[in-house]
T-cell receptor
Framework: AQRVTQPEKLLSVFKGAPVELKCNYS??????LFWYVQYSRQRLQLLLR??SRESIKGFTADLNKGETSFHLKKPFAQEEDSAMYYC???????????????FGRGTQLTVWP | ETGVTQTPRHLVMGMTNKKSLKCEQH?????MYWYKQSAKKPLELMFV???????ENNSVPSRFSPECPNSSHLFLHLHTLQPEDSALYLC????????????FGSGTRLTVV
């Protein structure tokens, strides 16, 4: 069965410190992984997807198939990074529905000044 | 407004009322989704529509009734709801298999009294 695990419900760091939001997944096929972000009073929006291998707002995420992880990293956190972050998985393997995204529970990141 | 638009933004209804939530997308996407976001639970997928056909009903109670008249519009009809149904209801759309991720609406904040 598909599963996305974000072990940390809350994460706090100081401005300028490195930050890593953890995401582990279980999936029998070839997954596509995403990170979504929800800033206060704003809609949930796509931050980045592993297939693009891009860096958005200084964040990067590498898919590690051996460890089944897709951790989100930023070397120097900023106050405006404070938000709820969701890891999500999409796949076309057995039992998955076309286009369906499986979300983790989310990690609330707070960056202190 | 471009993207995914949800109306109303806020809704308060009694347990005996009947109301509908509306979602509209102008992105040319062919799949639309209803999610429930409540404070104590992760994002819960409710319904999936692909090319106007419902492809998934994630064990949602019959007091929630979706309708998808075309690929651009999605409704969620509500009747005889319970207080525990109070939550943020999110609509999303995607193109194809979701490999490009979802675009979310701002949601409807529903309160059942």
């Amino acid at each position: 069965a598909q599963r996305v695990t974000q072990p940390e419900k809350l994460l706090s760091v100081f401005k300028g410190a490195p930050v890593e939001l953890k995401c582990n997944y279980s999936y029998s096929g070839s997954p596509e992984l995403f990170w979504y972000v929800q800033y206060s009073r704003q809609r949930l929006q796509l931050l980045l997807r592993h297939i693009s291998r891009e860096s958005i707002k200084g964040f990067t995420a590498d898919l590690n198939k051996g460890e089944t992880s897709f951790h989100l990293k930023k070397p120097f956190a900023q106050e405006e990074d404070s938000a709820m972050y969701y890891c999500a998985l999409s796949g076309l393997g057995r039992g998955s529905t076309l286009g369906r995204l499986y979300f983790g529970r989310g990690t609330q990141l707070t960056v202190w000044p | 407004e471009t993207g995914v638009t949800q109306t109303p933004r806020h809704l308060v209804m009694g347990m005996t009322n009947k109301k509908s939530l509306k979602c509209e997308q102008h992105l040319g996407h062919n799949a639309m989704y209803w999610y429930k976001q409540s404070a104590k639970k992760p994002l819960e997928l409710m319904f999936v529509y692909n090319f106007k056909e419902q492809t998934e009903n994630n064990s949602v109670p019959s007091r929630f009734s979706p309708e998808c008249p075309n690929s651009s519009h999605l409704f969620l009809h509500l009747h005889t709801l319970q207080p525990e149904d109070s939550a943020l209801y999110l609509c999303a759309s995607s193109q194809g298999a979701g490999g490009y991720g979802y675009t979310f609406g701002s949601g409807t904040r529903l309160t059942v009294v």
